[in-house]
T-cell receptor
Framework: GAVVSQHPSWVICKSGTSVKIECRSL??????MFWYRQFPKQSLMLMAT?????????EQGVEKDKFLINHASLTLSTLTVTSAHPEDSSFYIC?????????????FGPGTRLTVL | AQSVSQHNHHVILSEAASLELGCNYS??????LFWYVQYPGQHLQLLLK??????LVKGIKGFEAEFIKSKFSFNLRKPSVQWSDTAEYFC????????????FGGGTRVLVKP
């Protein structure tokens, strides 16, 4: 149980285009989803937290107009990187948690590798 | 701000050797503590977690961790590693007062030589 998927697993795009990444909880209802980015050989950095039906809460230094997050249902959150540039190239990972006694445990997706040319 | 430190960036050891990975955090309030593992080419998986109770926590695959509140530490141990334990290990901390946001340590790459 507690499986999280991401789509696509990798994407290459041209500079200036927008890219949408999906995060789905497959067998549970994700009341909260998190988006992280991981640079090569570095740790995960939290970008934003989203609760179903609410606006996302962004971490300091993360541009909310550049990284649009939508969490419209209990099983789906999307991250859209708008007007992507080469410096946005990274590994983007989502996680999800559910309400109840395991709400403090996050289940991670496999990640999406974004390369902006 | 909350920070999590993993002192070893890389660890190389032979099969059957014992493993201990250090993790320290800076927050003085009530925390939940986690160790995640990322095997090559795979996503993060939860190894074990501590919320309350017995400070010695046992996880999957023979791993355990000990929470020492006075030292702000949550070190991960395994008495005898296997080649399949080659992976990157991340310590993470969640401040209960801040909801369930996780702060990750920098990770430790462990290479077990057969």
């Amino acid at each position: 149980g507690a499986v999280v998927s991401q789509h696509p697993s990798w994407v290459i795009c041209k500079s200036g285009t927008s890219v949408k990444i999906e995060c789905r909880s497959l067998d549970f209802q994700a009341t909260t989803m998190f988006w992280y980015r991981q640079f090569p050989k570095q740790s995960l950095m939290l970008m934003a937290t989203s609760n179903e039906g609410s606006k996302a809460t962004y971490e300091q230094g993360v541009e909310k107009d550049k990284f649009l997050i939508n969490h419209a249902s209990l099983t789906l959150s999307t991250l859209t990187v708008t007007s992507a540039h080469p410096e946005d190239s990274s590994f983007y990972i989502c996680s999800a948690s559910q309400a109840g006694p395991t709400r403090d445990t996050q289940y991670f997706g496999p990640g999406t590798r974004l390369t902006v040319l | 701000a909350q920070s999590v430190s993993q002192h070893n960036h890389h660890v190389i050891l032979s099969e059957a050797a014992s493993l201990e990975l250090g993790c320290n955090y800076s927050y003085g309030g009530t925390v939940n503590l986690f160790w995640y593992v990322q095997y090559p080419g795979q996503h993060l998986q939860l190894l074990l977690k501590y919320f309350s109770g017995d400070p010695l926590v046992k996880g999957i695959k023979g791993f355990e961790a000990e929470f020492i509140k006075s030292k702000f530490s949550f070190n991960l141990r395994k008495p005898s590693v296997q080649w399949s334990d080659t992976a990157e290990y991340f310590c993470a901390v969640n401040e209960r007062a801040a909801g369930n946001k996780l702060t990750f340590g920098g990770g430790t790459r462990v290479l077990v030589k057969p």
